[in-house]
């Protein structure tokens, strides 16, 4: 293991377990119930915000499909809860089963690209929403209600969330510093010469897919057993597919830790801000949104790179955003 | 099903294409000449709704009269927008991401607007004409249907005229053929874009006051259209008015006709399985993603590939 050699390199390295070590001994100062419930949001959304990430960001695949394994996580949480399973056995059958559905839906549609492939993600979403309300062993449209024999515990539920963010970070850590990752990267800056380089896109694709999508199902699993109820038009709703969406690109498109910012800001402004300002939450997403794109593509972590004047050291994902964003080029080749 | 009933339906379907086409013509415009993937379009479609019900409310305007006053409005409102946002966008020959999550950040900011403004519960424009019957031998429609079907025929075909036979559509065609040939020429690239923006809005305002005397409508309104709209301009090849209203048949019928053709399926044995009316939202939805994979260049692009290999 080669230690860093300066003061920013140690900081670098120390951040992310100072961050985990504060977050895992936070509730020893007896926090309020209310700080709890939204940290624990906060870190359900993160981890969702991550897995988005790992394809959208890494691999460039805009999806606006993931409310749907957000929402097969919680339905086969509870369904299997009901069945008897252990609760955290229940998240990973959820994780599994929308791993499987990512492979139902991305088979199809990774055959299309960029726009194509967004707009067949919100068919498939607003498909999926209209079955979901109709299916009868759910309760269809009135929602699904799980029944724990044991008294609630805030704790445990903000332990599991802390632990699911901190999986979902780990994984994408991995995947980034790995081969897997220098192919995503590869594929969201051009496909066919990717391709040519020896690597399947198709498959890879669905690959990352799935990861993503076993993380949100995991995620989605963790908020149903808390919230005990919910129905197709929350966990299901198109609103959830946009925050899933949003949070990457409001924190940083493509970096593991521009997604974690953009989850911590938006579930913690969410939170206060459907309490204070109901009304008001579409506007804010939509023009932070809109200003992101005319004004900073790398969302609020190219603001701080900006702030802090430093170049990114990673050769591997350089240029990579501007890619995305359409106005990037290699070896001179405009994209 | 009966004879009489499938008459109805038929005739159902073909108004409702009429709609449908109008409602995709907009996008269809601005995504030919611009590729520009108008999720906003949505937020339009909504704006339209309301505008002729103020119209009609405050002014006791027709909301048909609404409809065409919609035009002129929302003409400056989409320039305006292209003025504002849309110019900024980085030039790009194909669809980009950055302009669909752009128009998408500006949908929900219209929505927002219309839940500040109008509040969360639907609203429906109520003339006397919404619920009186037409009897057309042994079928019956609602005169408002009629109505509608009319004024979106003929905004088409105005449409279609000022496409093939003015500057305007000639550069507009020029652009949507090849736009890098069309600079060289020396088609006004922003001028026509700006235009462009301008004409498919108002377009989206129109349909979305037409679509407002048929449906009730909240500030989510315009979402289902959205896709539906999408649908259709994928399915009539992405750039052309007559390929918009074909595309617009085929979905009215695929919709209207879906809840009753049975389709075979197995378990324990063969039976009959018939698509229940909660489902049919989820039709097109579906319809959606197997026309992006099995047509990407839509019905007519089928045809020529066919003609090709012959």
Known sequence: VKLPSTFQGWLKLLLPWLLLAALLVLPAGKPGANILKLLFITAVWTTTSVAWNLLGGMAGQVSFGFAVFYGLGAYTTGLMMHAGLNPYLSFLAGGLIAAAASFLIGLPTFRLRGPYFVIATIGVTEAVRVVMNNIDITGGSSGYRILEEKQFNPLEHYYTAIAAVALAVAVSIMISRSRFGLALRAIKQDEDAAADLGVNPYSTKLKVHAIAAALVGIAGGIYARRAAFFYPGDVFAFQTSISILLMPVIGGIGTVWGAVLGGAVFGIVEEELVVNFPNFHLLLYGSLLILIILFEPDGLMGLLRRVFRRRREDPGSENSDQVLWGSGSVAGRKL | ?310
């Open chain 2, 1 to 310: 099903m009966s004879l009489i009933q499938g008459l109805n339906l038929l005739i159902a379907a073909l108004l409702l294409a009429g709609i449908y086409a109008a409602m995709a013509v907009g996008m269809t415009v601005i995504y030919g000449v611009m590729k520009i993937v108008n999720l906003a379009h949505a937020g339009f479609l909504m704006l339209g709704a309301y505008f002729a019900y103020e119209m009609f409310e405050r002014f006791h305007i027709d909301p048909l009269l609404g409809a065409v006053l919609a035009l002129p409005v929302f003409f400056l409102f989409g320039m305006a927008v292209h003025w504002l946002l849309v110019r900024w966008l980085p030039k790009s020959d194909t669809p980009s991401l950055p302009s669909l999550l752009l128009m998408f950040g500006f949908w929900l900011v219209l929505q927002n607007f219309g839940y500040v403004i109008w509040g969360n519960d639907d609203r429906s424009i109520t003339t006397p004409r919404t619920l009186w019957p037409v009897n057309l031998g042994p079928v019956s429609v609602p005169e408002v249907k009629l109505i509608v079907f009319a004024a979106a025929v003929v905004c088409l075909l105005i449409l279609q005229l000022v496409f093939n036979r003015s500057w305007f559509g000639r550069s507009m065609r020029a652009l949507i053929q090849n736009p890098y040939a069309a600079r060289i020429v020396g088609v006004d690239d922003a001028r026509t874009s700006r235009l462009t923006f301008g004409l498919g809005t108002a377009f989206a305002g129109f349909a979305g006051s037409l679509l407002g005397m048929i449906y009730t409508f909240s500030p989510d309104f315009g979402r289902p259209f959205l896709l539906r709209s999408f649908v259709i301009i994928v399915l009539g090849g992405l750039e052309s008015i007559s390929g918009v209203a074909l595309g617009a048949v085929v979905l009215a019928l695929v919709e209207t006709f879906a809840p009753y053709v049975p389709i075979p399926m197995y378990w324990h044995g063969w039976f009959f399985y018939q698509v229940s009316d909660s489902l049919q939202p989820a039709v097109s939805f579906g319809l959606l993603v197997v026309v992006l994979l099995v047509m990407p260049k839509g019905i007519a692009g089928l045809f020529a590939q066919k003609r090709r290999l012959a």
